[in-house]
């Protein structure tokens, strides 16, 4: 199994602060592999079903749900639960894990179950905490998401306001997150306005609501997002500005649900509104990931003379900056937009100037990126030999499940068989990256074969072992092949 890394989470004053460091670095595994080792160091220093072990399963369960493995993070979830189900001592502990079990059941669709626990941890809650504290309200949070997704519109709503009065009349800042959660309520067709007038309410909480907003892209419907983004934009343009960093989140957080919902006019002027505002306050480098995003939006649009000519514009900003790694980006960028325009002279000086720039950079992860593209260029122009060797360096430079590692060893391997493209050939390219993900992390003598498939974008598997495996070998190969399937629909739903 590998071994932690410290060098980068060193701030991190607990094990479960350094699993969330490890996860918002793209390291699901370690994150997963550090907290494992704490639940087995609680169930040996306080046993099997101890108040702690049932924290530390809690932990685990938190690392796994932020890992896009809920089914895991449900088991830990209710071993946590059960653990203290009947110790009055842990009786506030028990209510955070039925309510984070509440949560997960509602997250993998099973609504029946998730009501029935969240109805019953709000009732909990009300006899623990009273109905006027704010830990009723916290229970109540969960029952109006969860009636939500049920289409129940009526009784979300009257819940939802019922945690923001709460939260209200306590001057708790989690009223942010109920009037974010009550907006997308009305948006899908609820009563009342989106958002209230917010002139009354704090900077803080203002700011907290568009963040919250924000953080509810993940689930639900996407139209109904694009409305309460929609409304939420002009209510923070007007109570904060323009300018204001929530503002300009929002906008972009706007455009990239146009993007996904081919809605490529608004998702062009949301880009531009940006742009601007950074070109206002001299915000160099955000002027120029504002610019980058504009010519993709404007290529994905159709419109490719402004593509190109945002490109040009945008390496202009580019050069003022200095950096090579942002130069390398843009260029790159732009080689591959005139390489889908036609224009292979022109494309391929910028590839390969893209390159240039990378080498005298230090990321490794821009060379890596910048080597494929110019690589799959020239396997696509039928110069093998010089294809192989820029793809042999890229792939080199990438972590293994990178997306452009993934393209880059496809490619590679047509090349290698003598093949002018090897764009058909990702899906067995993306298997066997998947299993040496697995194989890499469990003991060599244990499985005889993992037979992958993917079917209808899903993976499928078949696991063969050679011997029987101990409690905790179970563990492990579950939890990599669980990972694996985390980190490879996370890492290839992100490719550009």
Known sequence: MAGLDCRSVTQASTPIEAAFDLLRQGRLSEAEELMTRELHAAAAEHGHGSAAWASAQCDLGNVLLNAGQPDRAIACYRAATEATRTDPQHRREHLTYRMNLGMALRMVGRLDEAEAELRQCAQDRGVFYGRGHAGYAFGLEPLAEVLLRRGDLRQAQQVAEQAMDNFWRNGHERLATALALRAEIVAAGGTGPLFPDLHQLPDRIVELLARSAVDRLDEGDPAVHQNVLTGLAAALEKRLGPDHPATLNTLSMLANLGRDRGEQAGRVEAIRRVLASHDRQGNAEQSLTAALGLALAQAEAGDEAAALDTYASAYARAERIGRPEQLSQVLRNWGNALKAAGQADQAEQRLAEAVAQARRGADREMLGRACVALGVFLQHEERLAEARAVL???????????????????????????????????????????????????????????????????????????????QDELERLNGAVGSAVAEFRRRISSRR
């Open 392 to 470: 042999e360096e890229g792939v080199s430079q990438l972590d293994g499940v990178h997306p452009d590692a993934i393209t880059g060893r496809s490619h590679l391997s047509a090349v290698t068989a003598g093949q002018t493209c090897g764009c058909g050939d990702m899906e067995s390219t993306i298997i066997e990256a998947f299993r040496e993900f697995v194989f890499s992390r469990l003991p060599a003598d244990l499985l005889a074969e993992l037979d992958v498939t993917i079917v209808d974008g899903d993976f499928q598997l078949n696991v063969g072992l050679r011997r029987e495996p101990s």
